[in-house]
């Protein structure tokens, strides 16, 4: 079993920034993956960036360039540093960790970027 929480997200205007954290109860060593998933309103909810135990490194399209996804293996937190908000990624943004063949996820945080 895994456990996650999320905090750190907000109301911030377009252009500005934001940096998730993702807390889990279990040593991240021991996860498979661990990734972000926002959902819009009326959206399925899609997956924004992912870290691999190795290190590997995926990002979505739309957020190339913009975000980028860290790691504290000493906090056991993971991160998503988000730059250059646009009002495109309000969502709700959900942490998630893969571990032998399950996926768990956090409660998620609400992230509203104003124009």
């Known amino acids: 079993q895994v456990q996650l929480v999320e905090s750190g997200g907000g109301l911030v205007r377009a252009g500005g920034s934001l940096r998730l954290s993702c807390a889990a109860s279990?040593?991240?060593?021991?996860?498979?993956?661990m990734g972000w998933f926002r959902q819009a309103p009326g959206k399925q909810r899609a997956l924004v960036a992912a870290?691999?135990?190795?290190?590997?490194?995926n990002y979505a399209d739309f957020v190339k360039g913009r975000f980028t996804i860290s790691r504290d293996f000493a906090k056991n937190t993971v991160y998503l540093q988000m730059n250059s908000l646009k009002p495109a990624d309000t969502a709700v943004y959900y942490c998630?960790?893969?571990?032998?063949?399950?996926?768990?996820w956090g409660q998620g945080t609400q992230v509203t970027v104003s124009s």
């Open positions: 998630s960790a893969d571990n032998k063949s399950l996926r768990y």
């Open positions: 279990v040593s991240i060593f021991s996860i498979d993956a």
């Open positions: 870290i691999t135990s190795g290190g590997s490194i």
